[in-house]
């Protein structure tokens, strides 16, 4: 069975795109990718010991309208034992106030919902006035932010330092 479940919804390609490279880099003997309108039954989540879960932020602060539906279908379902580590698109300079809500959103849902949320990244080589995708010593996202928009340069190395740091938290043995 493999380890890694990574689920994503995207609107212009951009989360597809970093989420296909997380397949590319964890290799896909360890990992399976999830368009998350395309899962009709839940219980896959249960298949795997590490989600990646992955959404852009729209319109002002506001999940993908996929990731919004899936996290509506996930209301009734047990995440209590999960491990989560979560992804964000965005863009910093344009929607600054509002960069990466859609992940902050995410973890307050799956954090509710008494999954373990791993995967905090460093935010200091970004520059936004946004603050729900941080965690409490403002020093971190709450997950991997990625802006294809103006720094696409470093979508490649963050994820690849990311989920090395994923892969020891959650102790994968991958
Ligand atoms: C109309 C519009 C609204 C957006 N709103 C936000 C926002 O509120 N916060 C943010 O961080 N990025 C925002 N973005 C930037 C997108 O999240 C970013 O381009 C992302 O890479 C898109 O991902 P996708 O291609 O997977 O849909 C917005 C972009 C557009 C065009």
Do not use: C
Request: charged share 25%; glycine share 10%.
């Amino acid at each position: 069975m493999k380890k890694v479940g990574i689920f994503y919804g995207s609107d212009t390609g951009n989360t597809e795109k970093a989420a296909q490279f997380m397949l590319e880099a964890l290799g896909e003997e360890n990992a399976d990718l999830h368009e998350v309108s395309k899962v009709t039954d839940l219980n896959i989540l249960n298949d795997y010991e590490l989600l990646i879960v992955g959404t852009p932020t729209w319109y002002l602060g506001e999940l993908q309208s996929d990731v919004d539906s899936f996290k509506e279908k996930l209301a009734d379902f047990d995440l209590s034992n999960k491990t989560i580590a979560l992804f964000g698109l965005g863009d910093q300079i344009e929607y600054s106030e509002y960069f990466l809500d859609g992940m902050g959103i995410l973890n307050s849902f799956f954090q509710e919902k008494g999954a373990k949320i791993i995967g905090a990244w460093p935010n200091d080589t970004y520059s936004f006035s946004s603050v729900l995708s941080l965690t409490d010593d403002g020093q971190h996202f709450v997950g991997l932010g990625l802006d294809e928009d103006n720094q696409g340069e470093y979508t490649e190395e963050r994820i690849v330092a990311w989920l090395e740091q994923v892969k020891e938290e959650a102790n994968l043995g991958i």
